[in-house]
């Protein structure tokens, strides 16, 4: 197919999708709506982001006459997939900003606390403030813990001064980071890019980070003048083989510096060096701008409890013990983990909360109702990959790292495509919000 033949189609394809409603993993079957179920379970949400809010009104429309109740400190939502954009100079800080309390069903009591506490043996919960509350089920949706105590030297009033970047801290951040990037690619000197050895959500966030930059100073013609570095947790760019090669090529095409199985420990602000554990010993790397993520793990409320790992890999991550196609817990049937704080091996993102949230939603509507519910969690990931602006690569896969295009023959999974773009920077932010009031 020619290029106009090719863009021609993926315009019509993209407005069609629009129209139709369509969204990422749109191929994958989820479980039929049915009518409600008269209940009086009492069920606790723990979380008000993404995953929790979604469940809420999703059991809202499943249930009549279930206590609902769902606890969140927050008053802010933050749709985090924009922070990318945020942090390229494509969108302000407020465009990932809204109140939480906007998203929530009426039908439910929101207690604007922390959780600071789960007794699964007794089935309650206790507040930060001292609230108790019993349960029947709980959702764990609180998302995770980004533990920049874990690098020595960072602070958060450092983002956005000497070079320091941090897109996963906030919207606020993000912005400031934009500025620092733009201050850079505009100036010149060493970027040095990297990320945690822990699960982390939207793994694919510090490869388009790095992509951006390195567009950036192409457009401003200061490519020649930039040093760009990439260094790797592992031995690998990305857990998706074919992604790792396809990525590693696109690194290599464009003058990325590779480094692998560098684990980040420290950074010094001022003499603007960075610290990595390696298998040969701490290794320090010098830079004039850098994006700081720093090791994700489990939030203490969980991390703390019975319902962490108690083996394996994700012992000191603390991720909750759930089965990986159910998401129930494997100790504790009454409790389900969705979303970020799940102990599975895939689905720390937006589009996966989309296929986790039915999975629970139905297993707890069939338990209430004296049923057995078929529904499962595949592992399913989408990471629009950005590779430059106006470019991206719709990447979808499963727990076994096989590529699960929702578009085939339209998007391309591993090619840079405007349409992939379009995906991430105006139709995903509709998807989640309709994600959000239980519609998607």
Known sequence: MKDMDRITASRR????????????????AAPARAEKVKSSARIVILGAGAAGTAIANRLVDRLDGAKITIVDARKRHLYQPGFTLIAAGLK??????????????RDIDWIEDAAAEIDPVAKKVVTAGGKTIAYDYLVLATGLKLDWDAVEGFSMDLVGTNGIGAVYAGPEQAYA??????????????ALFFRPATEMKCAGAP??????????????????RVEITYAAHSNSLFSVPIVHEKVRMLFEDRGVKTHYNH???????????????????????????????????APDV??????????????????????????????????????????????KTAASVKWQVPVAEDHIVADIAGRLSPAIYNGYTSCPLITRVGRAMLVEFDYRNNLTPSFPGVIAPLEELWISWLMKEVALKATYNAMLRGKA
């Not at 394809?13 to 994958?28: E, Q, R, V, Y």
């Not at 302000?92 to 069903?105: A, E, I, N």
């Not at 980071?177 to 000197?189: K, L, N, P, S, V």
Request: charged fraction near 25%.
């Open 13 to 28: 394809a993209f407005l069609g999708m629009a129209a139709g409603g369509l969204t990422l993993g749109a191929t994958l």
């Open 92 to 105: 302000s800080q407020d465009y990932s900003v809204s109140r939480t309390g906007d998203w929530l069903p």
């Open 177 to 190: 980071t934009w500025g620092a990037m733009d201050r850079f690619t505009d100036e010149g000197g060493k």
């Open 207 to 224: 490869l388009k980070y790095t992509f951006l930059t390195d567009d950036y100073a192409r457009k401003k013609g200061s490519r020649g």
């Open 263 to 297: 684990v980040i420990k420290a950074i010094d602000p001022g003499k603007k060096i960075a610290t990595f554990a390696t298998p040969e010993g701490d290794v320090e790397m010098d830079y004039d701008f850098t994006n700081v993520i720093p090791p994700m793990v």
């Open 302 to 347: 969980i991390r703390n409890s019975d319902l962490a790992w108690q083996t394996g890999k994700w012992v000191d991550q603390g991720w909750a013990e759930v089965d990986p196609q159910t998401l129930r817990h494997a100790r504790f049937p009454e409790v389900f983990a969705i979303g970020d704080s799940a102990g599975v091996p895939k689905g």
